[in-house]
């Protein structure tokens, strides 16, 4: 059977359980969907397409006969972070892990980035970005310096308060520092991080916008568009892949906002990819270890699934993954290395397959390649025969 849209769902941080290397990155035995179940996640149509069923899944007996094709995904990558995770999904395995900065970047960045921008900089440090604002945001009032943070991912941003620093010149600051962030420190992201109020009520805003590093090869994205299909991503997509390959953006702002943009695009006659990324998971509950927050943003996601498989199309398959962990029961607030969920649907997907333990993330991009007829030049092998009557 000829497919016409597929719509690839990321549920930002939702992992399935430890991978075996868990521990060489900090994690003991992390585990979102055990942490998330047990917070009052009940997620029924994710289960009927098989998620109780995916191997290790710490969640309450699945359907007897599942509706989807299901599996798990094994990240071959040195990471777990957004940029590393959605790369490889996309069809890139990274053997370096980015760059990461637990005792603040080095001055002579620093100081580059304060030349050329004009403004001082505050903090260089790891730090949450709700309380970095709080502790630093009056002096940045005062001063109109940069706070430059971090976290445990690869990242370096850039908060600003938006009366102060006007967007578009913070956007600037961070364009910027992307420039000298090469080599050595060639971070995964530089974030901008606005945000308004008046202390100690700062909120964060959001005109978010990540400045990602180019891919260093072709991915997924690059060539289904070089083929001629459409490729739309929404979410933070065209912001991790620096716009390659993502012919058409849609923006949003926050779960709700992205899950109405999907229902939109359901409606949208296109010929191509539609990749989604749902972030609140991690952003918002996952970083903050809110069990809770987390799996009624499940289960908001859940219900919308429900709607959105009876929208399908003949020639239509809608995927769910992740690209990484961030288990809410887990000591800290970093990611953790977990695999993710597989979970396949559609009027042409054959009900009840399991696909097991796939060896890389880059085995869903070879799986697109191969549903539009595109040669696969990627590190993943496609599961499309498997999952999909193709005659």
Known sequence: MEIKR??????????????????EFGDHNPNTL???VKAGATLPNMAQLGLCSIEGAACPAGAKEPKGAYGRMREASRGK????????????????????????????LLNALAQQTGRKILCNKPYSGTQVILDYGREHLETGALIVYTSADSVLQIAAHEGKVPLEELYRCCETARELCHGKYAVGRVIARPFTGEYPNFTRTTNRHDFSLQPPEKTALDLLSEA??????????YDIFAGRGVSEKVLTKGNTDGLKKCTELLERDFNGLCFINLVDFDMIYGHRRDAKGYANALIEFDQWLGTALSRL?????????????CDPGAAGTDHTREFTPLLAAGKAVRPGVNLGTRETFADIG??????????????????????????
């Open 366 to 391: 070879a799986t697109v390649l191969r549903l539009f007829g595109v040669e696969n030049k990627t590190h993943g092998t496609s599961f499309a025969d498997q999952m999909i009557r193709l005659q």
């Open 313 to 325: 199309d003949e020639r239509d398959v809608l995927m769910i993954t992740a690209d990484h962990g």
């Open 6 to 23: 597929v719509f690839l769902i990321v549920l930002d941080s939702f992992g399935v359980g430890a991978m075996p290397d868990a521990e």
């Open 228 to 237: 001629g299909f459409d490729t739309i991503g929404v979410g933070k997509i």
């Open 81 to 108: 972070d957004t940029t590393t995770g959605h790369w490889e999904i996309a069809g890139i395995i990274s053997e370096q892990p980015m760059p990461t900065f637990p005792d603040g970047f080095p001055e002579e």
């Open 34 to 36: 055990a942490s998330v």
